[in-house]
């Protein structure tokens, strides 16, 4: 075994790690699209509708689209955190 082997072997587990972050962060671009999407259905299909002059499904409608996206989206809010977690840092602190 030459020495790019070696060092391909032993930068494997790092390298597949930060693949994976990768696929964290573009699945969460993907979510948070997804929401500002639905945020703005949510403003402009009820608007549309009142235009129109249907009411009583103006009233529905929002209900229906904040609980979808409650229940949709929640995991993601949850998931948001204001700085980074603890094992975000212990991996900085770590390689440092």
């Keep these: ?14 390298i597949n790690k930060k693949c ?9 671009k993907v979510l948070a699209r997804f929401f500002v999407l639905l945020s703005i259905a949510l403003v402009t299909i009820p608007t549309l509708l009142i235009f ?3 009411s009583l499904v103006s009233l529905v409608v ?3 689209l904040i ?12 998931n ?5 977690s603890y094992e975000q840092t212990k991996y900085i602190y770590r390689k440092a």
Excluded: C, H
């Design 1 to 14: 075994m030459n020495q790019v082997d070696r060092m391909m072997a032993a930068l494997e587990p790092d």
């Design 20 to 28: 994976e972050e990768i696929k964290e962060a573009r699945r969460e």
């Design 52 to 54: 129109f002059g249907i």
């Design 62 to 64: 929002p209900t229906t």
């Design 67 to 78: 609980t979808v996206a409650f229940l949709l989206l929640s995991p993601i809010l949850m």
């Design 80 to 84: 948001q955190q204001g700085g980074s």
